[in-house]
């Protein structure tokens, strides 16, 4: 059986042959920016720029470069600068407008628009690492800017956002924009120094989130009323196991904010609090149980919360980032949880 210490070896060497890969094959030395469709060879196959794999590609080379020693090399600052700089360029629908594309020719002009603000969220999430690493303000202030945009628009602010109202169609709310914005909350607000209005934005996304878990948090819905009730047919039944993961790890950094215990200290799991407690029995045990597959293993990209069949086709898929996000940022933390770490690192490794 894998040690803990092997699996950080193992993703150590993947960590370096993937950026690698990446160095070699996604940068665009002529207009800035990555691109983000790639053969296995490397070659590219369609050189569309998707916002959100520049905000996210901006963000590790960023991380990586401010956080580990061994990837403090200028070049991979420089790129994740000429990307930043890219998505400055292009990226708005107008000068001015907090409103972004999903997608970008080549040379930076917008393709596609989505009706979600997940474009605007990455930039920002590329955008203030950026500022961290460079130690430029100007980044950071960008990314701050787009933050109280999105904020404002999921409050009701004037924006085309969201999809057309028809009259047979409920309002909802997605799992997705309140974990999103906790995430963004959380990275502007990393390393102290207060901030009112980001304080709030966190907040707001904590609460908001806390809405899907349902039925005295034995499930975790994609989709609830603004008010926080179950909505009825299959989207309102819609489980997502990974993002039940990915929103229990984000609470518990919040948690870790407010003081509540931070994740992996000592004693931890008794020390994070009501909420922090709730989070780690609503948001990670019991989707580490209710989104196993018993049979195959491996945890389902969808599932019901009735047990009926999802109506998305790729249901039953086994996707790598629920994997990751229950092996990476949650598991190895908590000792209580490595019996469910182990599976999980086995069934997903090499």
């Not at 920002?124 to 500022?131: F, N, Q, V």
């Not at 069949?309 to 996707?319: D, I, N, S, V």
């Amino acid at each position: 059986m894998v040690s803990l210490s092997e699996w950080r070896e193992r993703v150590a060497a993947a960590l370096d042959e993937t950026l690698g890969f990446w160095e070699r094959h996604s940068h665009d030395p002529e207009h800035g920016g990555f691109f983000s469709c790639l053969s296995r060879d490397g070659s590219v196959y369609d050189d569309t720029k998707y916002v959100w794999m520049q905000g996210r590609q901006i963000w590790v080379y960023s991380r990586l470069y401010r956080t580990f020693p061994r990837f403090r090399r200028p070049e991979l600052l420089e790129a994740a600068r000429a990307a930043g700089e890219f998505l400055l360029r292009c990226a708005r629908l107008r000068p001015g407008s907090p409103r972004v594309a999903f997608a970008l020719s080549r040379a930076g002009t917008p393709l596609r628009l989505q009706r979600a603000p997940y474009s605007e969220l990455f930039c920002a999430m590329g955008l203030d690492e950026l500022g961290r690493a460079t130690g430029e303000a100007r980044y950071r202030a960008e990314a701050r800017q787009w933050v109280l945009a999105v904020w404002g628009w999921v409050r009701g602010a004037p924006q085309e956002w969201g999809p057309p109202r028809v009259p047979g169609c409920p309002p909802r709310q997605s799992f997705g924009v309140p974990m999103m914005l906790l995430a963004l909350g959380l990275q502007l607000l990393e390393g102290g120094g207060g901030d009112p209005q980001i304080e709030a934005v966190a907040e707001w996304g904590a609460q908001r989130l806390l809405l899907h878990l349902q039925r005295g948090d034995q499930v975790v819905l994609e989709n609830v009323s603004p008010e926080g009730q179950e909505l009825g047919g299959s989207e309102g039944r819609l489980m997502n196991p990974g993002h039940a993961l990915e929103g229990g790890w984000l609470l518990l950094q919040f948690c870790a904010r407010r003081g509540a215990g931070a994740p992996g200290a000592p004693g931890a799991l008794g020390a994070l609090g009501a909420l922090g407690a709730r989070a780690v029995a609503a948001l990670v045990e019991r989707p580490l149980q209710w989104g196993w597959d018993p049979q195959h293993g491996g945890l389902f990209a969808f599932l019901d919360a009735d047990g009926l069949c999802p109506t998305q086709l790729e249901w039953p898929m086994k996707l790598w980032w629920p994997h990751a996000e229950a092996m990476g940022p949650i598991l190895p933390h908590f000792p209580p949880f490595l019996p469910h770490f182990r599976p999980i690192s086995s069934w997903s490794g090499p």
